[in-house]
């Protein structure tokens, strides 16, 4: 049986982190190429990078435990950010990382922010679908990115206004 989607909510990432970092990196193939967390150490780096003063970085929490994260490098100069966000493989489609992208960005844009930017690989359709659920605007691709397997692969991005329209997801509390 899944978890209901109550049981979970967001939090600011805290140096405890790591081993569920280290957890999710290992939960499925694709999260190689969300950074180098290989083993304890090299989460540890992670959560110190994430933890940096131009990161906002917050968790996404199951039951207290991290599963996922959603964070921004910010650029106060342009006031803005770029977002990224990541899902433990056995979180995965359940509608939360829709919910918790949303909840930071809409955030992000109430706390002085005025533009937000994201990428994702075109094959990865369902990154696309978080984006757009929260309120992202498909912009451009950028062909052959990234070598992926020896093979470029596109990437497509995406913004979100201070103005756009806010979109209607139920936010994940905590924030």
Do not use: C, I
Request: hydrophobic share 45%; glycine share 10%.
């Amino acid at each position: 049986m899944q978890p209901m989607t109550s049981t979970y909510a967001l939090r600011p990432v805290v140096p405890e982190d790591a081993a569920a970092v280290l957890d999710a990196f290992t939960s499925a193939p694709d999260m190689d190429r969300q950074g180098p967390v290989v083993d304890e150490a090299s989460a540890g780096e992670y959560v110190s990078w994430l933890l940096e003063e131009s990161r906002r970085s917050v968790a996404v929490t199951h039951r207290d435990v991290m599963v996922g994260l959603v964070a921004a490098t910010v650029d106060m100069a342009n006031r803005s950010a770029w977002v990224f966000y990541w899902m433990h493989g056995q979180h995965r489609g359940r509608g939360v990382t829709a919910r918790a992208v949303a909840t930071v960005a809409d955030h992000l844009l109430g706390s002085g922010l005025e533009r937000l930017e994201l990428g994702h690989r075109v094959n990865n359709p369902a990154s696309g679908a978080v984006a757009e659920a929260a309120g992202f605007v498909q912009e451009g691709r950028e062909r052959g990115k990234f070598l992926v397997d020896g093979e470029r692969v596109d990437v497509l991005t995406y913004g979100r206004l201070v103005d756009d329209p806010w979109p209607q997801v139920e936010p994940l509390p905590g924030l």
